[in-house]
């Protein structure tokens, strides 16, 4: 599997999603738990993931496989976010 076939959520104990890390073909970008979408480098992203693997943050990760669709684009992409395309997505705010 590739690091742009996933998503990397974190989430709180009782389940709720903080955030999550994405991979498109631009880079890594950030989905906040409000719907804000920032870019990000793969540096900020394991600044991120490596406390909570580590046990130092009570946040929990979770990793889920992206289903590609017939296309092979990834379904959640920065042009579906600024559109409003992604089913279950906040839209893209700046």
Not at 86 to 91: F, I, L, Q
Request: with cysteine.
């Amino acid at each position: 599997m590739r690091n742009n076939e996933c998503i990397i959520k974190f989430l709180n104990n009782d389940g709720k999603v903080l955030q999550t890390f994405q991979r498109d073909r631009k880079g890594w970008f950030q989905i906040s738990s409000k719907g804000i979408v920032r870019r990000c480098t793969a540096e900020q992203t394991l600044s991120h993931l490596l406390p909570a693997l580590a046990g130092v943050s009570r946040a929990i990760v979770r990793v889920e496989r992206i289903e590609r669709e017939r296309t092979g684009e990834i379904p959640h992409g920065e042009d579906d976010l600024q559109s409003g395309n992604c089913p279950g997505c906040e839209p893209y705010v700046d």
